[in-house]
């Protein structure tokens, strides 16, 4: 336990030393009085105060105590690691078909890990200190799949011009969801609802759009008909001409018949032998 004794004028300067001393904030320490200042008499004689600054230090060994309970109870086979920084302690429970601590999507893990932190910050006020609780690296494929799910439901409200509301989620992961959008170009994020039902909102922006239809302008144009139109001196499928200079020839002339012929002259008849 880290602790240390102080004396100054005034408890409040006394204190002040013992947190610079330690390097720490007054809400992570308990201060113990031990001697109040007097001023004496005339000035003489003054007694200057004297405390005790204690740090409150975290529960990680009654924390993990509690996690081993957990799995003994649950008849699981597993260890557990600690890694602790100053504002932050991370249990990590390795081990194999552990499912049961994970639980559908999650939720078995997250209460659990509620109860460790309710458990290691015991006492310490309105210290925050960030508690992780990770059961076979599952947090960490767990944010994977959000970082997916964001740019796949980024790129539909893109393109259907319309809000996107996720499923309900629990703080760390909608804030995953706002960190792999934050720097879109064509969506912003916003949280609606309370807690435990709180939401990601993934809206489009303004005049830009992800993907694309067929532009003005592109394609093929079509007629009336909805054909493509084609252009002159085409033949169409049945083999006629429908547009350009192209002129009809001239029918031919229908047989003559029954025509009068004028009778010969006998002259003309050849001699008779």
């Known amino acids: 336990m880290r602790e240390t004794e102080q004396t100054a004028r005034t408890v409040e300067e006394a204190v002040e030393q013992g947190l610079h001393l330690l390097g720490v904030k007054k809400d992570q320490v308990e201060v113990e009085v031990l001697d109040e200042p007097s001023g004496g008499l005339f000035g003489l004689g003054g007694k ?30 597993a260890m557990v690691e600690v890694n602790q920084t100053e504002d932050s302690v991370r249990f990590e429970v390795l081990g194999e078909n552990l499912g049961l601590l994970i639980g559908h999507r999650g939720q078995t893990l997250n209460a659990l890990q509620f109860l460790v932190s309710l458990v290691l910050t015991k006492g310490l006020d309105h210290r925050k200190v960030k508690c992780v609780l990770d059961v076979e690296g599952y947090r960490v494929r ?35 969801i706002h960190l792999a959008l934050e720097n879109s170009p064509y969506v912003t994020t916003t949280s609606t609802g309370k807690e435990p039902m709180r939401r990601v909102v993934i809206k489009p922006k ?13 394609g093929p144009s079509r007629g009336n008909s909805g054909g493509f139109s084609r252009g002159p001196g085409r033949n169409d499928s049945r083999g006629r001409r429908n547009q350009g200079n192209y002129q009809r020839p001239p029918s031919r002339p229908a047989a003559v018949e029954n025509i009068e012929r004028p009778p010969r002259d006998p ?7």
């Open 48 to 77: 200057q105060a004297r405390v005790r600054v204690i740090v409150r230090e975290l529960e990680v060994e009654a924390a993990e105590k509690m996690l081993h309970g957990v799995l003994d109870i649950l008849g699981l086979s």
């Open 142 to 176: 767990r944010e994977k799949a959000l970082e997916i799910l964001a740019q796949k439901m980024a790129k539909k409200a893109s393109m259907d011009r319309r809000d996107v509301t996720l499923e309900p989620m629990l703080p760390h992961e909608r804030r995953v």
């Open 206 to 218: 303004e005049g830009a759009r992800q993907g694309g239809g067929r532009g003005p302008g592109r």
């Open 267 to 273: 002259n003309d008849l050849p001699p008779e032998i």
